[in-house]
């Protein structure tokens, strides 16, 4: 073993020994030349895998995200070669997938102009010196690129296309509808209720107010409605300082958000509220003691709650925390990987498997790869 990993097992054989085993971790991305970003994972009925996020990138931030996915048939031992199943004429980010009840399949994106500011300090830069861009930052062939990509719509085409999407599919993903737009967005998408709703907890973009809470669909996700607004802390930004948000259904019916926070009050934390009336009321936000962002939920078959999140500072990777009482308490932080370079990683949603294992996916900037990869982890809760 390297050092560090040595180093890391040392310090967590005895929690590990406690809660979690990790039984294997692997890269699953299959091509090389793309930077794949911001990656949800489904388990449908039958047992499929569905895997989605942002592909067809050059960079964290550029103008041709696209929403792609794959998926596996032996529980994640082997992945179909990645399809193509949305891309704009603009950067398309994130990707949440779920399967409802029905058997339909959502994916979630939103479209984003964030690469402009780098694009058009490059034009600035290529007019001024009349020969091209030659910073390293951003070569010229990459300069000429991202350029045509731009021109590809006017402003007013591209502001446009600004938004939150989802798009269906009702045959199992061989094809899929046209966006329908989702009033809020967050990097894992929505979740179904017991009581057959899709409940949608996030942030709206695009709009003056930004603001933080949930929408619903009755209609399986053909049409959505504003629902409710969480509530923001005292002291607290929520316009800027909230983001990211992901809920699920506790068994004894409580709803629970959890949102990355960059207020100066635990910052750098997730943060919780919870509704009691189905989501038409929220509670205040409040600190659960866990450093890192942002989560994803998962109730497992046994009632339990797992969230999974990033961990950007050292050990750079990925932790999990369960809750055994409905989400009011969380147990010690379990890394599920520890060997990160940076923090160019995250956004971690996990599945269970029919046997009861625990299979989690995210994004990674590796050392040994030029651009973020997809990576997994197979683990399981110790009794």
Same mark, same amino acid.
């Given at each position: 073993m390297k050092p560090l990993l040595i180093l890391l097992s040392a310090l967590c054989s005895p929690l590990l020994a406690q809660q979690a085993t990790i039984l294997e971790t692997k890269v699953i991305s299959q091509q090389p030349e793309y930077y794949h970003g911001w990656s949800t994972v489904a388990r449908r009925a039958n047992g499929e895998l569905w895997l989605t996020w942002s592909g067809g990138r050059d960079a964290h931030v550029c103008p041709f995200g696209q929403v792609v996915g794959m998926t596996s048939r032996d529980d994640g031992k082997s992945w179909t070669y990645p399809r193509v199943l949305l891309d704009s004429a603009t950067d398309d980010r994130d990707s949440g997938v779920l399967e409802t009840a029905k058997g339909t399949l959502l994916a979630t994106t939103f479209t984003s102009l964030a690469y402009e500011p780098y694009l058009k300090k490059a034009m600035s830069f290529a007019e001024l010196t009349d020969k091209g861009w030659t910073s390293a930052k951003m070569p010229a062939e990459q300069f000429t690129r991202w350029k045509a990509a731009h021109e590809r719509l006017?402003?007013?085409e591209r502001k446009a296309e600004l938004g939150e999407w989802i798009i269906r599919s009702t045959d199992g993903g061989r094809s899929w509808s046209n966006r329908i737009p989702t009033i809020v967005n967050s990097p894992h998408g929505p979740i179904q209720l017991k009581d057959g709703r899709l409940l949608y907890a996030g942030k709206q973009l695009w709009t003056q107010d930004n603001k933080i809470g949930v929408c619903e669909s009755k209609d399986d996700g053909l049409t959505w409605q504003w =629902?409710?607004? &969480?509530? @923001? !802390?005292?002291?607290?930004d929520a316009t800027k300082s909230y983001h990211e948000l992901h809920a699920v259904e506790a068994a004894d019916?409580? =709803? &629970?958000?959890? &949102?990355r926070n960059h207020n100066t009050a635990n910052k750098g934390e997730t943060l919780q509220s919870e509704s009691t009336d189905g989501g038409k009321t929220w509670s205040v936000p409040h600190s659960i003691g866990v450093w890192g962002l942002p989560s994803h939920l998962l109730r497992l078959r046994d009632? !339990? =709650?797992?969230? @999974?999140?990033?961990? !950007? !500072?050292?050990p750079f990777g990925n932790q999990a925390r369960v809750s055994t009482d409905n989400g009011k308490t969380w147990g010690e932080g379990i890394i599920l990987s520890g060997d990160g370079k940076g923090g160019d990683l995250g956004y971690p949603s996990t599945v269970e498997l029919a046997d009861g294992t625990l299979l989690t996916v995210w994004y990674e900037s590796m050392k040994e790869s030029k651009l973020a990869v997809l990576r997994q982890a197979?683990?399981? =809760?110790n009794k």
């Open positions: 006017n402003d007013e =629902l409710a607004e &969480i509530p @923001t !802390r005292q002291g607290d019916g409580t =709803l &629970i958000a959890q &949102i009632g !339990r =709650l797992v969230m @999974t999140y990033g961990h !950007r !500072r050292p197979k683990w399981k =809760l």
